[in-house]
């Protein structure tokens, strides 16, 4: 199984300001993803990231608000633009082959926009 | 539209009881279903991946089933102990769908002693 570690594991941020997240994975993997889960809700899906091109994004997601960059195959930022209270969440990072089927889930980084 | 939904939201029992997690989903065409644990605060821990061809998963006191004509899938916990204690999520990877997960709401499980 994949070890995956988030940098941060929390922050709290001003309304108005970007935070990036990292994600780095312990091996090489085809896919990587970044979900969301809001307080008391379940987990969606914002983008997965591909590697050497532009993110797919989910509907409801895009890139001026959650760009992600992944430069090689065991690393992935997700930066969470111009925040609002509303983007308090737990953001997870989340690793998976196309066909290597288990999806490991990494810490998460909780973030409380004031 | 694809969706997961779990029964019941909570559940609390009491120490060495066995008990059952229902999860059901829309869409019979499912390329394999994923049981996760969340600790409170903290990220997802894989329990259990059932593939399409598969009936059952077991790993220790935990047992998967799926049955894709019905829609659902069922976590079996046996006797249950106080660390057992999460919330449990069932999530969906549909055919066609390159590895996205659709999840359940999740069910809090409390086991008291």
């Known amino acids: 199984s994949a070890v995956i570690s988030q940098k941060p594991s929390r922050d709290i941020c001003q309304r108005g300001t970007s935070l990036t997240i990292q994600c780095q994975v312990d091996?090489?993997?085809?896919?990587m993803f970044w979900y969301r889960q809001q307080p008391g809700q379940s987990l969606t899906l914002i983008a997965t990231?591909?590697?050497?091109?532009?993110?797919?994004?989910e509907s409801g997601f895009v890139i001026d608000k959650f760009p992600i960059s992944r430069p090689n195959l065991t690393f992935s930022t997700l930066t969470v633009s111009n925040m609002s209270p509303e983007d308090s969440s737990i953001y997870l990072c989340?690793?998976?082959?196309?066909?290597?089927?288990?999806?490991?889930f990494g810490p998460g980084t909780r973030l409380t926009v004031l | 539209k694809q969706e997961v939904t779990q029964i019941p939201a909570a559940l609390s029992v009491p120490e060495g009881e066995n008990l059952v997690l229902n999860c059901s989903f829309t869409d019979s065409a499912i390329y394999n279903l994923q049981w996760f644990r969340q600790d409170p605060g903290k990220g997802l821990t894989s329990l259990l991946l059932i593939q399409s061809s598969q009936r059952e998963q077991t790993s220790g006191r935990l047992n998967a089933s799926l049955d894709k004509s019905s829609g659902r899938s069922t976590l079996y916990i046996a006797a249950s102990q106080p660390g057992d204690s999460a919330t449990y999520l069932c999530?969906?990877?549909?055919?066609?769908?390159?590895?996205?997960?659709?999840f359940g709401t999740g069910t809090r499980l409390q086991v008291t002693l």
């Open positions: 989340v690793s998976g082959g196309l066909f290597h089927d288990e999806q490991f």
């Open positions: 091996s090489q993997v085809t896919m």
């Open positions: 999530a969906v990877r549909w055919d066609g769908t390159a590895s996205k997960l659709t």
């Open positions: 990231a591909n590697q050497g091109s532009e993110a797919t994004y």
